[in-house]
């Protein structure tokens, strides 16, 4: 009974798991970035790209900060 259940504990665990791959894509070309989905070149050398997110602004508020450029 004891070995069924931690047989059962495991797969459950296991297939209720999400998947935490990573796939690593090679640009088409040397000075290109991945932004939101389409190859890009930064605007100038060294350029990273920030994502949106949420920013808290006060206490239980919070405003969406769009992607940018940052230099």
Do not use: D, N, Q
């Not at 047989?7 to 690593?24: E, I, W």
């Not at 040397?30 to 790209?49: H, I, S, Y």
Request: proline fraction near 7%; glycine fraction near 8%; charged fraction near 20%.
């Amino acid at each position: 009974m004891r070995k069924t259940f931690a047989t059962l504990a495991v797969t459950c665990a296991l297939a209720l798991s999400g998947c935490a791959t990573t796939v690593a894509v090679r640009p088409p070309r040397a000075e290109l970035v991945l932004v939101e989905g389409r190859w890009v070149r930064p605007p100038r050398a060294g350029a990273v790209w920030i994502s949106g997110h949420y920013e808290r602004r006060a206490f239980a508020r919070r405003v969406w900060v769009p992607g940018h450029w940052r230099y």
